[in-house]
């Protein structure tokens, strides 16, 4: 079966011209410095801003 109406190769394009990926965001933490996402806290030491910073759970063997 075929459609009915095919969608032409310049509408396709059109459509899929939205398509591509942007890169990710990566921000420096304040804290420590290592990379981590923008609205996010800090994976390496849990730091987020002045006022919200979490404690990160470290293994301790
Ligand atoms: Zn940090």
């Known amino acids: 079966m ?3 109406r095919r969608s032409s ?3 396709k394009r059109k459509r899929r011209s939205h398509h591509a990926l942007r890169p990710m ?3 420096a933490c304040l804290k420590c410095g290592q990379a ?3 609205h996010r806290a ?3 030491c ?8 979490l404690k990160i759970e ?3 063997s």
Do not use: Q, R
């Not at 849990?46 to 910073?53: C, D, I, L, Q, R």
């Open 2 to 4: 075929v459609p009915a």
């Open 9 to 11: 190769k310049s509408m």
């Open 25 to 27: 965001n990566i921000a």
């Open 36 to 38: 981590k996402l923008p």
């Open 42 to 44: 800090c994976s390496n």
């Open 46 to 53: 849990g730091y987020h801003n002045s006022k919200v910073s």
């Open 58 to 60: 470290t293994e301790e």
